[in-house]
């Protein structure tokens, strides 16, 4: 499947987006009203689940990060990093997270 085809989502995952999908409208006030934002979940999913994100955990970080940066996971170096051999797919977007999130409170202690 290739990251542009729609992935049809069995009902586990349609109950999973849509929980992720509750949570995001809760966490972030901008994209509550947004009507596509079902559909780019979504389509989120899809392309999360082609990567080989497997871990719920991961899957739900993924879509909140591709709500909030549109595209991210296309961009060479990210990319590139999770496809590199070596680790699977969770343990490199894992990986990801977690340099995010310390550079994230860098930024916080420097303010």
């Avoid at 049809?8 to 966490?27: G, H, P, W, Y």
């Avoid at 009507?35 to 899809?46: E, F, R, S, T, V």
């Avoid at 170096?77 to 699977?88: D, K, N, S, Y």
């Amino acid at each position: 499947m290739q990251a542009h085809q729609t992935h049809a989502l069995t009902e586990d995952e349609r109950r999973f987006v849509t929980a992720v999908q509750d949570s995001i409208r809760n966490a972030v006030p901008r994209l509550a009203d947004d009507p596509a934002l079902l559909d780019k979940l979504k389509q989120a999913y899809g392309e999360a689940r082609v990567i080989g994100l497997a871990q719920e955990k991961l899957l739900a970080d993924f879509l909140y990060l591709e709500m909030q940066s549109p595209g991210f996971h296309r961009h060479p170096a990210i990319r590139g990093w999770l496809h590199q051999p070596g680790a699977t797919p969770d343990e490199r977007f894992a990986d990801l997270i977690d340099l995010l999130r310390n550079k994230f409170q860098q930024l916080k202690e420097i303010k």
